[in-house]
């Protein structure tokens, strides 16, 4: 497990559990096992198994985990996807942490495969953007990834997308690519974000490797995949809903990028029902 | 700024930027200044203003911030909410994090804003639930006070809540508040939640401050409204959409929580602008 | 463990052993195992059995331990608490903080026992304040409670009390206890302190959960307590010394709160010998 | 100041002030300025002016110190210490943790300071040990400075002192003494720890630097100052009254450690008057 | 300034000062004021003026700073690099920290643009590696920049390299590209480590975009370059000294890497001149 | 294992894998064991056996090691340090930051040999100083002690070491050892830089304990160990060769120190073999 999973898991217990669960430490005996199980309320695709048993762990290093399903799978409602064993007041304690991660991060995988579905087979990626919840960017583009889409950039830092404030700065589409070209990092490719045609054609004469068509219409979009004819690869991005997304990898683009995905997921339902053992 | 919040943008700064956002670094020279002006593209309750100023200023500690509103505000799409000036990479480098935020604190208070209108003047409060985001608990909820609800308990730390869980290890409702009542701190009251009639009598007699419905029907909200009879505060929780609400107050409950309004908000739409200063 | 005491541990631990023990490590061969055995100097009710164990695992996570008593226990002189076999040189390195954790919670629980004992099954609760060593509060609130006492608030977030402070600033115990009831989190009570009979009036008056009363002397706390007529529960405070408590107990106040159980307790002698095993 | 203080100021906040101060966060106006006065209820010699003055700036970085004395002065019963004006939220949260520190640092200093004028103008050194509070070390030995005391080692990595269980470990004084010699770093001195005058005569033998006596009678010191005879440092510890401390220097001793100093002194009162700025 | 560079610089000093430089808090006044001045005691590409103006202001926020060069200057022997003015203490403190950070990364640079002399304007980059000191790579990767050459990837995240380990686990050189063909990020290239001709066609067909050529002697690259005609980037690794350099580049090869520019550079010497202000 | 060593590994994996290591993951099922051996490219003196140990298993913690040296010990060329068997993906993430820490260390340890060699035997001790690598001095220092030679003061908090800048500020040799005297830990003796033999005469009359010449010349040593006589430790430091050791431990001096061993030792050559597990 990443290093800043862990911090996230440590601060997430913190903010819920600060210095104790005044309830389950007045109610509960610190010796007494009991038995949790999560359950899925609605159909899903469950992301968070290991997650949760991570989670758990912090509380009780001994717990003991049986997983009936795996990140990615199709859970219908009512199943089970995972049983813990071990201290009552740790899966007291734990739940209510261990519940908000799997709902969140299922319901972006949920989505993302609802998304999926519409243009499978067709030679296009969907990806993700940069737009996730602060501090949960990790989690939340392994989610995309579980639901069956691809990952954009991670950060600034692995990828090059020069944008419109970049090429106001630079005074051009070309200049801005040739700038970078000079600069970048011999295993980073350069995207450059167009808005018209004329841009376009400047980006394919300075050489970018990726173009993203941002917020065009269907015309233009069509004209620019032409201009490109596979010179570069075309991206394109923009309050794209799910029913465009069929005529969109018609047009021949090779990604599709979609902030929806993640910023505007909603959490799907799931429980932890826990009780003493016996 | 509570150290928990700036440890929260200090690692979603990190996660955006790592070890340097590769496009603006080569692109832009660190001396160049710029103007970046954040503006709401749709109706919303804002939330974020001045924590858009602390994230900027961790990457230019000097920058200038002219605010046009305040969190809590309604504001309309097309309205400019704040700008800065200051360096033009930090701005560039800032930007999706500090919009990150506030789309979805402003999210979270539009919904909060379009519940709470529904029992305007009415003697019942609308509160939120820990089903928060991993992390941005006390942001969420401090959107929670920003769209017009008030917050249940922050964690498990300052509040009691006897749940199913708890009653099923003490071996009933009486039990479980009775034991309580010798150990809670006494400044705490003592909240329990009840599934039925006779559970919620077991409360009233075992002096219960407040009881909590749980997923009654109208009908049996009524009854225990009925045998509650101003002798504990009542809340009512589980599945509750808005326009249920009204409902629910005129059966004279005193608390109604609602998990969705941090689970279930989508974000609402912010953008900046940013260009190089004249 | 709660994460900030296993920050605590770790911090007590660098202060002492900084980049290492010159001493331990340039005499004692790493690979040596001892027996380390700590002992009650003095009577005492111990506390920091499983901490001491916690603290020694952080220098050999193998280290085997045998407790003689539990936390809360009163132990006599000469007794042994808890003894250790491990690493010679984790023995010789952790001993020190080891010690230095257990005489200061030791040594309040003691304190905590004997005031205890003053009003053994009067109808009364002694609790302990917010005057505690910084850093150390959730382990001196553990001490109080393993003397036998209550704790009042962890801190200022789980428990609401206005004081004079608060009031000047409100304009008054009416005006202030009102603001407050509009604006608390519903599973908090409201405690105020009032100086004198006309304050307590006002704060019965505005519906207080709790009423301490500030360094009054014995008639005005017995004219306090017969305006309040269990509408409220009554605390009293400030420099309240181990030979007044039972007087102050049978004038029918609910709680008794004295900072000196934690900013004046000294420290307990407790000693532990270390030797090579055979 | 230095970042381990840093950091123990900031969990020293965070442990009181959680996710946040309810009674004034609810009852005072986040812009509202107010006066605080932090004044002394018991003579005493004050320490912890600066640090107060850092905790206050944690919470209002802009808030107005105007100190009356210096650490390490003589303070009458009732004299004003220092006053702060800053923002009234900052100084009601900031106030108990101020304090909490003050009193226990002011206690340490005041306690040594009573010990030291015992043994005014002679040539002995009174010094402390490493039993402090855990976290604290730091401060409390500030605090034995202040009080006119001089600091024994830090911890263990910037002092040798051999003990019985080294010298077990070692099969004697002389071995000890001998093995540290080839191998301690060559800016350190060497103490070894004896308890009887055959071990004191081995430790003089091996060419010790300074040498501990450890509990040993009036007698038996006697006889070692005199086999010593000026070739090591004298120290002599354990269970040292502050009336034993004349007759100790008038035996030839050159330091005196006493670990009440730091593990026995109790706080002194100190408080905090706040009021709102006119 | 990163804020991984602000640890890294807070626990350099924490490193080095520990609880307190006893020298000279014994010997300097705390108010006293200081210059200490910076000088090149060898011809160099100095590193690390605004570095070491950020070590001082940890000690002492208020420091003046005169620079008199900036980072990639050539500064000859007996040069002042940057002069201080603040607190003597502070100066005496952090001079041995800012000191050890400039010689190592002036020393990289130094040797670094000696390297880049001997190929200058022609069509080939020098780059370095992953063969950094654990946690410096952030300087160092800058050092490399400032003496003249480029950056390989920044770490495992920022570039896809497959090695001889990967291409053996998945089977050849074309299974392992085309499986990274499916899945890697669409900003990214993929570069694959070559032993021999039959590797490089292998590559070339698979359509890899940077081949890199290890280990092999100049006719085996001769034959390469000829083999991949352009259509990958061709990089050349392994055990290459300067003045192989040349030849090299008259290959036509695109990147040269070269670890020993990090891994083997030697300090440069650097000393800090500091005295009493009059 | 210490904790700053802790958090040195941590964040050397940080910077190296960050949010992932793109090339591994997509090509190695996270289930495949692989086998990895540390083997020697020269001869060398093999530092951070132990030290590879603790950054595998952060990554697999349940990684088997078997070791074939151990630190200090020397190896000859093709020999293999260490052999790991665990998951394939931590070897590979692992691998590049295990070698970083293994080839510097080792490099420092096989120079410091080298130096020692020159004068076994001799009744002088060969020393490091404080210039080494930020972050590592920790690491460096130890592997200074497995080169053969021993440790100067780790930092500033560990010994007293008065330089020119404090004479001057002290106003002369004499003056500043004496103000040291009266406020010097008693443990810690007081070293003393000096430019020549009036320098030298004032040190001996202060009772300096030892005495540094600093960048003297052999005449000059030879007359400074003639005024000293034995009566202090004699120490030389400033750009001493290999070639000149002999020369120096002729003059009786007693302590050699010597920056280079730290700060211009070059890495040398170690290689990890990873392979798949059958």
């Known amino acids: 497990m990443n290093s800043s999973v862990r911090q996230l898991i440590q601060s997430a217990l913190d903010e819920d559990i600060g210095p104790g669960d005044v309830t389950t430490e007045n109610l509960v005996?610190?010796?007494?096992?009991?038995?949790?199980?999560?359950?899925?309320?609605?159909?899903?695709?469950v992301v968070g198994v290991s997650l949760s048993r991570e989670i758990i762990s912090f509380l009780d290093p001994g717990v003991k985990v049986r997983p009936f399903h795996e990140d990615g799978h199709w859970v219908n409602s009512g199943e089970i996807v995972v049983e813990f064993q071990g201290s009552l007041q740790a899966l007291l304690k734990g739940e209510r942490t261990a519940l908000n991660f799997m709902q969140r991060l299922s319901g972006i995988?949920?989505?993302?495969?609802?998304?999926?579905?519409?243009?499978k087979d067709m030679p296009v990626h969907?990806?993700?953007?940069?737009?996730?919840?602060p501090g949960l960017r990790f989690l939340e583009k392994y989610a995309v990834r579980m639901g069956g889409a691809l990952n954009h950039r991670m950060g600034l830092y692995d990828g090059i997308l020069i944008k419109d404030n970049h090429?106001?700065?630079?005074?051009?589409?070309?200049?801005?690519?040739?700038?970078?070209?000079?600069?970048?990092?011999h295993l980073l490719k350069i995207?450059?974000?167009?808005?018209?045609?004329?841009?376009?054609?400047?980006?394919?004469?300075?050489?970018?490797?990726?173009?993203m068509?941002?917020?065009?219409?269907?015309?233009?979009?069509?004209?620019?995949?032409a201009v490109i004819?596979?010179?570069?690869?075309?991206?394109?991005?923009?309050?794209?809903?799910?029913?465009?997304?069929?005529q969109l990898?018609?047009?021949?683009?090779?990604?599709?990028?979609?902030?929806?995905?993640?910023?505007s997921a909603r959490s799907v339902d799931l429980s932890m029902n826990i009780k003493p053992a016996v």
Chains 1, 2, 3, 4, 5, 6 share one sequence.
Do not use: F, W
Request: glycine share 8%; aromatic share 0%.
């Open 29 to 45: 005996d610190p010796d007494r096992m009991g038995i949790g199980t999560i359950m899925a309320k609605e159909s899903m695709v």
């Open 109 to 119: 995988a949920t989505l993302v495969r609802s998304y999926v579905n519409e243009i």
């Open 126 to 133: 969907l990806v993700d953007t940069r737009k996730t919840t």
């Open 167 to 185: 090429i106001q700065t630079c005074g051009g589409v070309g200049q801005a690519v040739n700038r970078m070209k000079e600069k970048a990092p």
């Open 191 to 211: 995207e450059v974000e167009v808005a018209n045609i004329d841009q376009t054609k400047e980006a394919v004469a300075a050489g970018a490797d990726v173009i």
């Open 213 to 225: 068509l941002d917020n065009m219409n269907i015309s233009e979009m069509e004209e620019a995949v």
């Open 229 to 246: 004819n596979k010179r570069a690869l075309v991206e394109v991005s923009g309050n794209i809903s799910r029913s465009k997304l069929k």
């Open 249 to 263: 990898a018609d047009l021949g683009v090779d990604i599709i990028s979609i902030g929806a995905l993640t910023h």
